[in-house]
């Protein structure tokens, strides 16, 4: 059974920091590109950042610099740094893999404000 399990969301004001968390089970984490994307109100869910298998990141570019994610195979997590957040980044964040492409996780709230 696949799961995608986000968590670390909350209320951070413009410039904080947070860091989010997706553990993943049921599939083959190691081989898989994992991702993390985001759904504000009222818009489209968006791509944020990615990385492959062999450890190779790509993010948005309204997010680089700012950003960074990393995995760690032994324990099937995907960590997402967060820093220097801004109001635009708002929204709910889930993890997603291209591997199990019909599952995403309940996703977890991020709210940039002061």
């Known amino acids: 059974q696949v799961q995608l399990v986000e968590s670390g969301g909350g209320l951070v004001q413009p410039g904080g920091s947070l860091r989010l968390s997706c553990v993943a089970s049921g599939f083959t984490f190691s081989a898989c590109t994992m991702q993390w994307y985001r759904q504000a109100p009222e818009k489209q869910r968006e791509w944020v950042a990615s990385?492959?298998?062999?450890?190779?990141?790509y993010y948005l570019d309204s997010v680089k610099g700012r950003f960074t994610i990393s995995r760690d195979n032994a324990k099937n997590t995907v960590p997402l740094q967060m820093n220097n957040l801004k109001p635009e980044d708002t929204a709910v964040y889930s993890c997603?893999?291209?591997?199990?492409?019909?599952?995403w996780g309940q996703g977890t709230q991020v709210t940039v404000s002061s």
């Open positions: 990385i492959t298998f062999n450890n190779k990141a």
């Open positions: 997603y893999t291209v591997c199990r492409p019909n599952y």
